[in-house]
Nanobody, 125 residues
Framework: VQLQASGGGLVQAGGSLRLSCAAS????????MGWFRQAPGMEREFVAL????????AYTDSVKGRFTISRDNAKNTVYLQMNSLKPEDTAVYYC???????????????????WGQGTLVTVSS
């Protein structure tokens, strides 16, 4: 599975962005997909995940109610809609595919084996 993230940019606090992650490979629709982020000097952290059929999602507490993860398996794409952005959301955002096919969902970066190149989100105050 190869992943290509896009949609990052510079936005003012309170604004919105939608990140996209386009995947190649026949097993995309069978894998949990996650979004992670990494701010300068910080460790990579979990943001959101969606299971293989979109029936289960999870978010880190700081983005609940503001971010929405979704997927379109027909287009091999996962999205992250980010609303009410805050300066502390500034980071490089990565999409990732879980190592297991039809496996349990996980928030642990080490359980994801395929990673996109990252897209920078900058939120100004």
């Amino acid at each position: 599975v190869q992943l290509q993230a896009s949609g990052g940019g510079l936005v003012q606090a309170g604004g919105s962005l939608r990140l996209s992650c386009a995947a190649s490979g026949r097993t995309f629709s069978s894998r949990t997909m996650g979004w992670f982020r990494q701010a300068p000097g910080m460790e990579r952290e979990f943001v959101a995940l969606i299971n293989w059929n979109g029936g289960s999602t999870a978010y880190t507490d700081s983005v609940k109610g503001r971010f929405t993860i979704s997927r379109d398996n027909a287009k091999n794409t996962v999205y992250l809609q980010m609303n009410s952005l805050k300066p502390e959301d500034t980071a490089v955002y990565y999409c990732a595919a879980d190592s297991a096919v039809f496996g349990p969902v996980s928030r642990v970066p080490g359980d994801y084996v395929y990673w996109g190149q990252g897209t920078l989100v900058t939120v100004s105050s």
